[in-house]
């Protein structure tokens, strides 16, 4: 970017700082003596406010690999959690277990600059007392709606 303004290294200890999440904002200003307002005036500063928002995105661009990394896992936990001897805990996990394709597609639809593969679920094989367990709270859940 021509003509942007080179960041400091304070400006940039703090916004590291801000994303090593051992201090709180307020203990990260006393720690570096900044004044509120001159914080405030870093903030409004588009070199300052693009470096943040950039630790922003790179952080929820961590989570997003993260999740997908044990996804798998979840989703055969989930699976094995449906033979529970406790009802309650079968229940939840087939709500959870139904409620995953909502999450998925809504994930799909969010806007991105890449296509999106077709073939992005989860691939999980249900056998026919699992499947009928999720059928019959789908249907407890249509009902009470």
Known sequence: MPGAKQLTKKQ????EDLFAGE??????LDKYKLSSKLYNQWRNEDSFAEQFEKRITDAYRQSDV???RYA???????IQLTE??????????????????ILTASRKAQPSDEPQPADTQLPVSLNPETAGKLL????????NS
């Open 72 to 78: 798998p896992v979840a989703a055969a936990k989930l």
């Open 84 to 101: 529970s001897d406790k009802p309650e805990t079968a229940r939840k996990a087939c709500l959870d277990i139904i409620s995953m394709p």
């Open 136 to 143: 019959a709270v789908l249907a407890e859940n249509s009902e």
């Open 12 to 15: 940039l200890a703090v916004i």
């Open 23 to 28: 201090l709180d904002e307020q203990a990260i």
């Open 66 to 68: 993260l999740i997908a």
